[in-house]
């Protein structure tokens, strides 16, 4: 073999000698430079060939992202674009609350500031439709990044694009315009770049990471779970790399192999202390699981009645299984600690589905659904076209409600200026950005109400007796709660209130003698 490449070698150079006569070793002639054009000139087309494919399953996504878009429905949202406004008013961020009169003055800063921040610009550049195609536009870069670790996993785009639309339906109830999208963004990105550097222990993917980290935290509280991610990737990462030595070899790499595996964990933590509170953002966090846990419905343990629970749950517990056959314990790591915590939350049951998709396309992409899927390419093309086409439609329908409300502007605009506002829970955050000049008894920021407070407005709303006594003794002057609520059927019958609006999501009821709206808003 060795005379044989030695021969090929020979002729290879003697071609060279005979056809390039220049005082240069290997200068190309004339005639060869066109070749070495057409050479780079095909590489390029191939590789943009080859990216062909992924952009238009990225782009299949862009009809989920607009019908998600065409509602906001979360009471986040609102409060959040308010936030913002008060942070471009008066260029730094609040330390106590000026939105409510039940908790005015208490201590609380966002826990969200920058994606607030952005959401603001959007609303005073279109109001709410650009804020809603801001949040469009999250959803589609959470939808490219799992496309990027499918693709790193070895998953062709026919097979991700499909599994990640798909992903995105089930999960549109996850993708409203809040922060939690930035969650979904983070970790498939943290995963590609431990991923790249593997077991070695580079300085440019440690600073990478810490990146990422830092424009979570100031994005969305949730950045600390990054730290665990990248722990049980390294770690993982580790233990693969160790198995496949002997075992002599692997006490002798133990030492560094710990340090290997936390050094991206550090990094995270760099990046996550790199925020306006520092280490403060840890107690916020407790204070918003503390004060949500088991109340607020995103917050609550998996239900094994529900079916789109169940399904998203084992998708990932599938992923972790197949991760672990294949003895990929990075990615098995993460899944099994992102599964853990989505049983017992269920809110992290999307960000445990961002990986599952990724690995689950990896997992599919063989050679037999490759042949399966060549004998019936035809149908499938035409199926994966109805079905985006199907999905453009709906879009398009969607497109004139873009930014449109679940929440009835005529209850709202009912509410006289100045009034003290009983409202219910998931009401609060509209009346802060529509009504500036109402301040609102509760709304969705947990961590500033706390537990107690939210118990006590849910005990208001719901009982049968009592309601308007304890109102009066609160001093409120007008209330915004669901028609068919304990407390609206006790106001019907109190001869001190009269029903202004009869929208059964949001009636407005006024104390008798209080004259109506002022037009604000």
């Known amino acids: 073999m060795e005379s044989r490449g030695g021969v090929r070698f020979a002729v290879r150079v003697f071609r060279v000698s005979v056809e390039t006569p ?147 339906v089930g999960a549109i109830a996850w993708l409203s315009v809040r922060p939690q999208l930035v969650d979904y963004i983070a970790v498939p990105l943290l995963l590609l770049v431990t991923m790249r550097a593997g077991p070695a222990l580079r300085a440019r993917s440690l600073l990478i990471i810490a990146v990422i980290e830092a424009a979570w935290v100031n994005l969305h509280l949730a950045a600390p779970l990054g730290i665990a991610v990248v722990l049980c990737a390294g770690l993982g990462a580790q233990v693969s790399a160790r198995l496949a030595l002997p075992a002599d070899a692997r006490r002798r790499m133990l030492p560094r192999a710990a340090v290997t595996a936390t050094a991206p964990a550090l990094a995270a933590l ?34 094994f009645t529900s079916p789109d629970q169940v399904a998203m749950l084992g998708a990932g517990v599938l992923a972790t299984a197949i991760a672990a056959r294949h003895g990929r314990w990075d990615l098995a790591l993460v899944l099994v600690m992102l599964a853990a915590s989505a049983a017992y939350v269920i809110r992290m049951l999307p960000i445990l589905d961002v990986v599952a998709v990724a690995v689950l396309a990896a997992a599919l992409d063989g050679p037999r659904l490759r042949a399966w899927a060549r004998d019936r390419r035809l149908i499938l093309r035409l199926g994966a076209a109805a079905a985006v086409a199907a999905l453009a439609v709906q879009a398009a329908i969607s497109l004139p409600d873009l930014g449109h409300t679940v929440y ?21 955050g509209i009346v802060i950005l529509l009504r500036p000049d109402v301040p ?72 008798r003698g209080l004259g109506g709206s002022s037009g604000a808003g």
Do not use: K
Request: with cysteine; charged share 15%.
């Open 270 to 303: 760099a990046g996550t202390l790199a925020n306006p509170g520092g280490l403060a953002i840890i107690r916020q966090l407790r204070d918003v699981s503390s004060s949500s846990a088991g109340l607020i419905a995103e917050w609550q343990h998996i239900s």
């Open 22 to 168: 220049s005082s240069e070793p290997g200068a190309p002639t004339p005639a060869e430079a066109p070749r070495l054009t057409t050479t780079t000139t095909t590489a390029t087309t191939s590789r943009q060939r080859a990216r062909l494919p992924w952009l238009i399953a990225w782009l299949a996504l862009l009809p989920v992202a607009l019908v998600r878009a065409s509602v906001l429905a979360e009471s986040d949202t609102f409060w959040e674009i308010r936030t913002g406004q008060l942070i471009l008013r008066t260029g730094r961020l609040p330390i106590a609350d000026s939105f409510s009169w039940w908790a005015r003055g208490r201590p609380w800063t966002p826990n969200s500031w920058a994606f607030d921040l952005l959401l603001a610009i959007g609303y005073r550049a279109g109001g709410l439709p650009c804020v809603a195609l801001i949040g469009g536009a999250f959803v589609m870069a959470a939808g490219g990044a799992v496309l990027l670790l499918a693709r790193r996993l070895g998953a062709t785009a026919p097979v991700a694009g499909p599994l990640v639309v798909a992903g995105s």
């Open 440 to 511: 609102v008894s509760i709304d969705s920021r947990s961590d500033l109400y706390g537990r107690q407070d939210i118990l006590t407005e849910q005990r208001i709303l719901t009982a049968s007796a009592g309601g308007p006594e304890r109102l009066q003794r609160l001093g409120v002057s007008c209330v915004l709660i669901p028609g068919r609520s304990g407390l609206a059927r006790q106001l019907l019958r109190s001869p001190g209130w009269r029903q202004v609006t009869t929208n059964p999501a949001a009636t407005t009821f006024l104390r």
């Open 408 to 428: 009835p502007a005529d209850s709202i605009s009912a509410l006289p200026s100045g009034c003290r506002l009983f409202n219910a829970y998931p009401l609060g």
